[in-house]
Nanobody, 126 residues
Framework: QVQLVESGGGLVQAGGSLRLSCAAR????????MGWYRQVSGSGNQRVLV???????????KYADSVKGRFTIFRDNEKNTVYLQMNSLKPTDTNVYYC????????????????WGQGTQVTVSS
C-alpha cells in the first residue's frame, strides 16, 4: 500500500520560509515524477500544480507562475522523498498543499499521478 506522508506545514509571517517534505512509503518513485499541488480558491476540490519534478532531462521541473523564483522543488531518491522549499511567502500562498506521486510530463502537459498525500496546511500571515 502506497502512502505519502507530508510534513512541514504551519503558520509563518509574510516574507518567511517553510520547507515541506513528502516521504513515500510502499513504492519507490525514483523513476517517476513527484510534485506539489494546492487547491484553487472557490473551485471546490480542484487542485493546481505548484511545482513538479520528473527524471526527464536530468530532472525537469515545472513551477506555477505565481511561485517562480520563490519556491524550489527537489528530491532525495535515496530517501524516496520530495521537498518544497518555500521562500518569500505571501498571504496568497495560504492553502493546503498536497503531495502527488507518479506525476507525468507528456512533452507538453503535466498530469497528476494517482497517489496523493493527506495535505498539509500552510498559513501566511500579513
Amino acid at each position: 500500500q502506497v502512502q505519502l506522508v507530508e510534513s512541514g506545514g504551519g503558520l509563518v509571517q509574510a516574507g518567511g520560509s517553510l520547507r515541506l517534505s513528502c516521504a513515500a512509503r510502499g513504492r519507490n518513485f525514483a523513476n517517476t515524477g513527484m510534485g506539489w499541488y494546492r487547491q484553487v480558491s472557490g473551485s471546490g476540490n480542484q487542485r493546481v500544480l505548484v511545482a513538479g519534478i520528473v527524471p526527464t532531462d536530468g530532472g525537469r521541473t515545472k513551477y506555477a507562475d505565481s511561485v517562480k523564483g520563490r519556491f524550489t522543488i527537489f528530491r532525495d531518491n535515496e530517501k524516496n522523498t520530495v521537498y518544497l522549499q518555500m521562500n518569500s511567502l505571501k498571504p496568497t500562498d495560504t492553502n493546503v498543499y498536497y503531495c502527488n506521486a507518479d506525476l507525468q510530463w507528456s512533452g507538453s502537459n503535466w498530469h497528476a499521478g494517482d497517489y496523493w498525500g493527506q495535505g498539509t496546511q500552510v498559513t501566511v500571515s500579513s
